[in-house]
C-alpha cells in the first residue's frame, strides 16, 4: 500500500511539474509575442494591469536559451522588441448615448455572474 501512495504522490508531482514548466513557456512566449504589438489597447483596469504584468515577465533561463542558434535566429527574424509600447485602456466598449434609450421601467431582479478562471492567473 505504501509504494502505491509513493508512487502516486510521485505521480502528481511529475503532473505538477509540467504543468509548471508549461505554463513558464507560455507565459514566456505570450510575453514576447505580446512585445511586438505596436498598439495595445484594453478595455478595463484589470486586463490592463495584467498585461503590464505579462510584458514586465521575463525568465532569466529561457532568455539565456534563446541566445543559442537556432532560437536566437528565430527571435530575431520574427519578433521585434517593442517593449515601450504603452497598453492603453479604451473604454467604453460600446457607444453609451444608446443607453439613454432604455426605459427604466421596474423588471425582475436578478443576479447575474461572469467569471473566467485560469490557472494562468495564479503563477
Known sequence: MEALQVYFISFLTRIELFTTRY????????SLCLRTA???FVNSTWTKNEVDAVLKHSDSFLDLLYLTPPFLAAKLLFLSDNASAEVRIVYPPFDTRKIKKFKLERKEPIILSIAQFRFVHNL
Open 38 to 40: 505596436s498598439f495595445v
Open 23 to 30: 505554463h513558464r513557456l507560455v507565459l514566456y512566449h505570450y
